[in-house]
């Protein structure tokens, strides 16, 4: 069964940065693994996703400026490296995956089985 665990979510303070782990198992070959995130009140919001293997990559709107994923193929590990946090980034940060036999990653939510518990981040003015 497969099993997502995010880490690294913390309290900050407006332009630091911080990087959050995604830890996906059960799954064997090719995966994606995307990162979501919601604020209290809004909807759920892409900020990207990746393929294991690197063949794919894709960010949501205006994420792609201060934010940055990369994965460990080999350890179905994926990381966001967030910049320049802003107060409105904050919210619950959640991962997401699903195994795959090609190499191309969709974006909707509900395309991805596997969520994690989310891990919060919150940027202080």
């Known amino acids: 069964q497969a099993r997502v665990v995010e880490s690294g979510g913390d309290s900050v303070q407006t332009g630091e940065s911080l990087r959050l782990s995604c830890a996906v198992s059960?799954?064997?070959?090719?995966?994606?693994i995307a990162w979501f995130r919601q604020a209290p009140g809004k909807k759920r919001e892409l900020i990207g996703n990746?393929?294991?293997?690197?063949?794919?990559?894709e960010y949501g709107d205006s994420m792609q400026a201060r934010f940055t994923i990369s994965i460990d193929g080999a350890k179905h590990t994926a990381y966001l490296q967030m910049n320049n946090l802003k107060p409105e980034d904050t919210a619950m940060y959640y991962c997401a995956a699903r195994s795959v036999s090609g190499s191309y990653c969709s974006t909707p939510w509900e395309w991805y089985g596997a969520w994690g518990q989310g891990t919060q981040v919150t940027v202080s003015p």
């Open positions: 990746i393929h294991s293997a690197g063949l794919f990559s």
């Open positions: 059960g799954y064997t070959g090719l995966v994606c």
